[in-house]
């Protein structure tokens, strides 16, 4: 089965400049902004301008050039936010993906957390 993309998505109207964004870098393929309800000191969220719906999604169909700016960005964005183990004390990256990984916005994103100790990787919630 294909996978099906929602042009409608709010990650999408950001894209297309419908609704304002606090933009941390852009480039061809790929843009990163601040979260609206950011949960650590650094959370920025990184997203390929194509229509790819999830991190499987893209990664299966996305154009070398997109993959390498998207990855390129994701390491620039934890420059910048000083967060690599270069500069600072590490961050974490999490890419929900559907029903399951309780995906909010259908639009691949990446999510860097930074700044503050994040705890253990998941809870249960059931
Ligand atoms: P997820 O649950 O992984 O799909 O995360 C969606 C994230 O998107 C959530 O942390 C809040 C953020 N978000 C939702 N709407 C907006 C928006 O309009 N602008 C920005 N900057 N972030 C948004």
Redesign the pocket.
Known sequence: MAYAYDDQN?FAK?LRGE?P??TVLETDHTLA?????P?APTHV?VIPKGPYVSFDHFAADATDAEVIDFVRTISKVCKAEGVTLADGDGFRM?A?AGKHG????PHL?V?ILGGRHMGRMVSRTD
């Open positions: 709010i950001i609704i964004n606090t902004f601040r979260d609206i309800e949960q969220l999490i929900n309780v995906q909010d916005v994103h999510h």
